[in-house]
């Protein structure tokens, strides 16, 4: 937002005239930095020729909550139509993953769609949600049950955000860049390996190069995938999810999105090892990776089996047809499973809740 940083403005169609463009922020992103709003202000006043701010900044509430109901939707809705922002004007969206989705959808929604500009504020957001096509809310005790795809018009991600996330949601997006680079390329795995510690130390450079790298492989698999609207019925990046979403869900959203899937990938390559898919070297280096960033890999959600199970039908349900998930039979290579033992995967849930178990013991 420094006036004389020309990223933001240099998106904006100059052909257009000063375009109109409508603020919202995340609550969470606000409250950590209460210089933002006037920020945005001063920053268009400073490009009159370029943009026309269309009212005050507006702050929706930040987190989960902001896709639980249409609370968000509405009122980002509600600042389309009042202010007066049409298919030509712009919405700018600065937080975290939630609010990005919520915001994202009213702004895919409104007129069949206006433009978006996202600038994502957490590190799951500028690795992964941000840099995505995908835009929605929860409902119906679903995760991301309403929604649509809608490219955003432009991404900017901006490091310096990351220095006011509190450490869980610092900590959060890394296990959406293990998650990727077992799915892509065994080289930054064994980076993520070697700069765990530093991560977990909130070292801001380390921070960048994953956040860079996580984003690039995330949209690399978008636009070179070949399937960017999900028609097919593999969703590799959805590798770890279906019991990371039921985990969310189960818990009332106490665990974060990030916090989830740390638990859900451990949980799928403990049952790959069991089942002999995966070499038992590569869940046991994996779950070292996710501890020594941070991440606790164990959750008594997980003592309701069956429950946490229904996740799977859940998902198929949600991908539509057949049952798919995505496993790896090494670092960097993917398989598509369509049945899943189930009383294998009973012993796999009760396999990371001990080590999980244990490993709370050994570092109390
Ligand atoms: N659309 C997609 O493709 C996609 C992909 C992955 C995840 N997601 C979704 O993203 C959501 C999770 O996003 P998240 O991990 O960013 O969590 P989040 O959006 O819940 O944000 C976490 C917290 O950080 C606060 N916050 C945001 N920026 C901040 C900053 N710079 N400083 C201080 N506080 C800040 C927020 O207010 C919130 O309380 C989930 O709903 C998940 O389903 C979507
Ligand atoms: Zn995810």
New binding site residues.
Partial sequence: MDPSNKVLTELLPRSEGPVRLLAIL????V???PELPAQFELWAEANPSRVRLMGDVITVA???Q??QDFSVFQQSARAINDRGICRKSFVLVA???????AV?YAAASAHRGVRLIRL??????QA??GV?????I?AFGK??FLGVFSPPWAVINDTN??????DR?WR??LS?SVKVALLKDPEFFDHLCDVSTLLRGRDLDSMEQVVQKTAMLHMDHIIDGGDAFELEVARPLDFGHWSA?KL?QMTGFEL???EAVAIGLTLDLAYGAMMGILPESILRRTRRCLLDMGFSLSHEALQDHESLLEGLREFREHLGGRLTITLVSDVGSPIDVHDIDLSVMRRAIEAIQQAGINESSRAG
């Fill in positions: 995340d609550r969470g992103l409250e950590a930095r930040g987190g989960e902001s896709k937080g975290g993953g939630a609010v990005l989705d994202g994502p504020s957490t590190t799951l957001a992964d949600a995505g096509v995908k835009n929605g929860n995760k991301n955000l990351l220095t006011s996330l509190p949601h959060s997006g959406e979403h969310e974060a999105h990030g």
